[in-house]
């Protein structure tokens, strides 16, 4: 059974641009939740979307969006790309939004210039 | 203060010894407790799953936790040098906020020969 895939893995970006992340879920699961995970900040939730629509949302700026497609893979926008937004981004996708038990995929690494 | 406080570590045990890794927390709505380990360059891998206070035990290792002190611990018995890597753990609360999970900052295990 194929687990969480993220695209790209790596990505290296300049101050000012806009990144799209992808995910997709395991198969069979329906929530995707995307988290920020830095050296001083650790893991931060940044959204989750289950259905096609956007269910939580964490304390980040508007410069990060999201959404959820019909076949429940997901993409991540970061625009206007600020230094500050270098980091692992990582997606969780669990059975359904009540369901507690996320499985993370390897995640993409983001580095602004 | 952070919700979620974890000793970030370093660890570092002889092989065969029973590693225990703790952490607090400080809002009494958390009612699913995760820990995960998590190798270098890689995402965060589930180990444990538990809710509300109670034990659970999955091959060498054992989850606890005490609700009324705000405590969860992971024991490892008989500690491999596989075992190596940062152990997180994570919480969320009741129904419509199940998937937020929030972490603590993680624990830097070293399992030496």
């Known amino acids: 059974k194929a687990g969480v895939t993220q695209t790209p893995r790596y990505l290296i970006k300049t101050r000012g641009q806009q990144v799209t992340l992808s995910c997709s879920p395991i198969s069979g699961h329906r929530s995707v939740s995307w988290y920020q995970q830095t050296p001083g900040q650790g893991l931060q939730f940044l959204f989750e979307y289950f259905s096609e629509t956007q269910r939580n949302k964490g304390n980040f700026p508007g410069r990060f969006s999201g959404r959820q497609f019909s076949n429940s893979r997901s993409e991540m926008n970061v625009s206007t790309l600020e230094l500050g937004d270098s980091a692992l981004y990582l997606c969780a996708s669990s059975l359904t939004s009540q369901n507690t038990e996320a499985f993370f995929g390897q995640g993409t690494r983001l580095t602004v210039v | ?113």
């Open chain 2, 1 to 113: 203060q952070k919700e979620v406080e974890q000793d970030p570590g370093p660890l570092s045990v002889p092989e065969g010894a029973i590693v225990s890794l703790n952490c607090t927390y400080s809002n009494s709505a958390f009612q699913y407790f995760m820990w995960y380990r998590q190798y270098s360059r890689k995402g965060p891998e589930l180990l444990m799953y538990t809710y509300s206070s109670g034990n659970k035990e999955d091959g060498r290792f054992t989850a606890q936790v005490d609700k009324s002190s705000k405590y969860i611990s992971l024991f490892i018995r008989d500690s491999q040098p596989s075992d190596s890597a940062t152990y997180l753990c994570a919480m969320s609360g009741p129904t419509g906020t199940a998937s937020k999970l929030t972490f603590g900052t993680g624990t830097r295990l070293q399992v030496t020969l």
